[in-house]
């Protein structure tokens, strides 16, 4: 690709806002919904669900807060794909990206991430200066992130740990509002299992060439990370019950504690998807149900009525599926030749021929589903 084709891009002039539009990551910005919660966790205490002003106030303050966010970690993932361009080039589904892809001009989106930054760190400190000082901390933390940080062991998860927090900080800075301690630990702990949890599913799916798609991953062992997630789950867990019987702003009844096994349940069942089906390195997606997903037919087992199907290799590069052909075939037990029918008894078949595979066979083994 030449230095012109990769400033501008392949997509064509109509299509460079939707390519612009996927490099700031929208389903992403589902995380930027943790500003909303020192309003939720305020109600009664710092405003009055029955003062309707001011209720609208505070409502206006985290709306604008949560779309300063979401422009903000737009631009942020775009620095982030300009500077893994090249790794994620062999990385089996992030070299499809607008950016490692090439769709994408490289010089297009360091603009465009520029002016995002600029507009919302400028409308950051228009709605509250703390605020906006708050938004500029997060804006250093992933830029640092995706330059140094994601390349040290801990301090990767620790960075992105500090951005959840960070949201919710941000949030009680726009409204002005003080919130409990065990706020910002219970989120600051969630926000570390998740992205031990993010790790853990990036290396399990990397395989023998996990160092290759990300140096990080190379510098973990899923044992680690398993102590780790153990560690962490357990803290939170303790944390989020604690709080529920020692915040001040809590019910003096007490009934917040009948949450805990909810949050318990929330927290397994996420440990199980990460475990089981190895859904952690994307988060996103582990909250969504029957959707629809892209798998590839392996073979057909007429006579035990079975079909073997795969997920992971529909992500694969022509390369590893090749290999993994080679490999399948290598190990294939010798079988002797199918016999056609017509033969007596058990003295063998009149005539016999090799097996051979239909060209239906091996369109249904190549099609994906």
């Not at 775009?78 to 994408?104: C, E, Q, T, V, Y």
């Not at 992130?145 to 960070?166: P, W």
């Not at 989020?240 to 915040?247: G, K």
């Not at 996103?284 to 199907?309: M, Q, T, Y």
Request: aromatic share 8%; charged share 20%.
């Amino acid at each position: 690709m030449g230095d012109s084709a990769q400033n501008t891009g392949s997509a064509s002039p109509s299509n460079v806002g939707l390519e612009l539009l996927q490099t700031m990551r929208p389903k992403q910005w589902i995380k930027n919904l943790m500003v909303f919660l020192p309003l939720f966790f305020t109600i009664n205490e710092a405003w009055d669900l029955d003062d309707v002003s001011q209720g609208v106030e505070f409502i206006s303050k985290s709306g604008a807060a949560f779309l300063a966010f979401s422009v903000l970690s737009g631009a942020t993932y775009i620095f982030n794909d300009l500077a893994d361009a090249d790794r994620d080039r062999a990385h089996p589904r992030k070299r499809h990206r607008p950016i490692a892809s090439g769709r994408l001009g490289t010089k297009l989106a360091f603009t465009s991430a520029a002016v995002l930054s600029a507009l919302a760190l400028g409308g950051a400190f228009v709605l509250e200066p703390l605020f906006g000082a708050v938004t500029l901390g997060y804006a250093a933390t992933m830029i640092a992130y995706s330059l140094v940080l994601k390349s040290v062991v801990l301090l990767d998860v620790f960075a992105i740990g500090t951005g959840f927090v960070l949201r919710v900080v941000a949030g009680a800075a726009a409204l002005q509002v003080p919130i409990s301690p065990w706020l910002y630990l219970c989120t600051g702990l969630g926000a570390l299992f998740i992205a031990l949890s993010k790790r853990r599913s990036e290396l399990a799916s990397a395989g023998d060439s996990a160092s290759h798609q990300l140096d990080i991953l190379g510098k973990y062992t899923l044992a680690f990370l398993d102590q780790l997630t153990a560690i962490v789950a357990t803290s939170a867990l303790i944390s989020y019950s604690l709080y529920t019987f020692t915040a001040p702003n809590l019910p003096d009844n007490r009934s917040m504690m009948l949450t805990i096994p909810f949050v318990t349940y929330g927290l397994f069942r996420y440990m199980y998807l990460v475990h089981t089906r190895n859904l952690g390195e994307n988060p996103e997606d582990i909250v969504k149900v029957r959707r629809e997903i892209a798998v590839k037919i392996l073979r057909v087992d007429s006579d035990e009525r079975k079909i073997g199907l795969s997920r992971k290799r529909v992500e694969w590069a022509e390369e590893d599926e090749a290999r993994a052909a080679a490999e399948e075939a290598a190990n294939a037990p010798k079988t002797a030749s199918s016999y056609l029918k017509g033969g007596l008894g058990d003295g063998g078949a009149l005539f016999s021929a090799a097996a051979t595979e239909t060209p239906s066979a091996k369109e249904d083994r190549k099609s994906v589903v």
